[in-house]
């Protein structure tokens, strides 16, 4: 079992950068897969970004030159460095985990919010 929690949201001019945090509760988090997610007010959850257990990463490309995630495996976390946001980067963001047997866990998401 994977237990996740993020932090690091909240309100923000547009322009304006935060930093979402991801601690994981699990006895090895070098092993995991890393990702984070979105889903707007009557959106669909979108793909933000990845990050593999290598280090290897992934992004959307509505967030790519914008948006930097990173992981600490020693601290168990997983970042996203959020710069140059918009308005149409408000959402919930939440952080998911993948094992080695492809099961997925989620946290329980933090508010971004953009203001215009």
């Known amino acids: 079992q994977v237990q996740l929690v993020e932090s690091g949201g909240g309100l923000v001019q547009a322009g304006g950068s935060l930093r979402l945090s991801c601690t994981a509760s699990?006895?090895?988090?070098?092993?995991?897969?890393m990702a984070w997610y979105r889903q707007a007010p009557g959106e669909q959850r979108d793909f933000v970004a990845r990050i593999t257990n290598g280090g290897r990463t992934t992004y959307a490309d509505s967030v790519r030159g914008r948006f930097t995630i990173s992981r600490d495996d020693r601290r168990k976390t997983v970042y996203l460095q959020m710069n140059s946001l918009k308005f149409e980067d408000t959402a919930v963001y939440y952080c998911?985990?993948?094992?080695?047997?492809?099961?997925?866990?989620w946290g329980q998401g933090t508010q971004v919010t953009v203001s215009s």
């Open positions: 998911r985990a993948t094992d080695r047997d492809g099961n997925n866990y």
């Open positions: 699990v006895r090895v988090f070098g092993i995991l897969h």
